[in-house]
């Protein structure tokens, strides 16, 4: 590098030292205080929850309103999330039960919308993730409630009419499914594996391009065989709406 450009760029990089610094002070101090409400909460043998999704929303609302960038809001919401999920582990471990084993779409929405400083614990199906949160099991649970292309989940809202489980938050993925082979080409293959939901979301996909495949439903996407574990080719694209659920007030 230029020496005459070093010697420019030297100073910004030590404010950004000096910066990255005051920051990580700053956070340090915002954990401080959020471990000091969770200490005050248990003083006073307060049982409320520890996640407030419409509190969060309105921090982070409050800081997208007052910014004038060059940060973007998407970025403002990015940041700060993982702030206040890691303040609120501070305060208590957040158990999330959600649908499906590790990789689930259920989990991506439960990692997106809570932050990465939450317990996951996998459910093989919905009314497990019900029971959970009903039983003390985990705090919130995460379930797909509706999609773009299928419309509404059918055994979601049954749970959620004859349980005393409410929904707290909502959170949207977009999901992109992909057809896998061992080969990563379509020689010598016959059937499609996918969850009943994946393969009438990508009907119009596989008939359109392998209709000679037979179509077999399983248990779960996240579940296929182990040589099919990473992905190697699209099939579709479609938003995905997921219901944060909570102890009702029976519960």
Known sequence: MD????????????????????????????????????????????????????????????????????????????????????CRGLEKEIRVAYLGPTGSFSEQ????????????????????????????GADVGMVPVENSTEGAVNRTLDLLLNTPVRIVGEHTIVIRHCLLTKTGNMEGVTRVMAHPQALAQCQHWLGMNHAQLAREPVASNAERPDCLRRPHGGCDSQRHRCACLGPGSGS
């Open 3 to 86: 020496k005459e450009l070093q010697a420019k760029l030297l100073p910004l990089r030590q404010k950004i030292d000096s910066l990255d610094q005051q920051i990580l002070e700053l956070i340090n101090e915002r954990a401080r205080t959020a471990q000091a409400v969770g200490e005050l909460k248990h003083e006073h043998h307060e049982q409320g929850p520890v996640f407030r999704p419409e509190r969060e929303a309105q921090v982070i609302r409050a800081l997208q309103a007052v910014n004038h960038g060059p940060i973007d809001g998407k970025a403002i919401d990015a940041i700060w999330s993982q702030i206040i999920s890691v």
């Open 109 to 136: 929405a439960a990692f997106e919308y809570m932050g990465q400083d939450i317990t996951g614990v996998p459910c093989p199906d919905f009314d497990e993730v019900f029971r959970r949160v009903e039983s003390d």
